[in-house]
Nanobody
Framework: QVQLVESGGGLVESGDSLRLSCASS????????MAWFRQAPGKEREFVAA????????DYADFVEGRFTISRDNAKNTIYLQMNSLKPEDTAVYYC???????????????????WGQGTQVTVSS
């Protein structure tokens, strides 16, 4: 059973930084794409960033605009999302996601991810 546990969220001011972590258990993350999604109140869950199993391929949503960095430590079975220059519109619950299979058709599509964490709240005040 794969379990994902996010941490690192909080209340910050506009322009501040946060580092989210997602610890995985039940299998090694080294063979799988890992991703971050977010969901703001009243909105659909949306893609934020994803990293291939060796971290050599990364993808970001357009709204990231170079402010976020996804990284992974396969030895610790953990992925991270460094978020800088946070804006009020970044306020959301951030979720870590993992697919059931090592080969997936798209890093951005929600349906390819079977395992989700409980989420961590990020609130950015203006």
């Amino acid at each position: 059973q794969v379990q994902l546990v996010e941490s690192g969220g909080g209340l910050v001011e506009s322009g501040d930084s946060l580092r989210l972590s997602c610890a995985s258990s039940g299998r090694s993350i080294s063979d799988y794409v890992m991703a971050w999604f977010r969901q703001a109140p009243g909105k659909e869950r949306e893609f934020v960033a994803a990293s291939s199993w060796v971290g050599s391929i990364v993808d970001y949503a357009d709204f990231v605009e170079g402010r976020f960095t996804i990284s992974r430590d396969n030895a610790k079975n953990t992925i991270y999302l460094q978020m800088n220059s946070l804006k009020p519109e970044d306020t959301a619950v951030y979720y870590c996601a993992a697919p059931a299979h090592s080969q997936i058709s798209s890093m951005r599509r929600r349906f390819v991810y079977e395992y989700w964490g409980q989420g961590t709240q990020v609130t950015v005040s203006s």
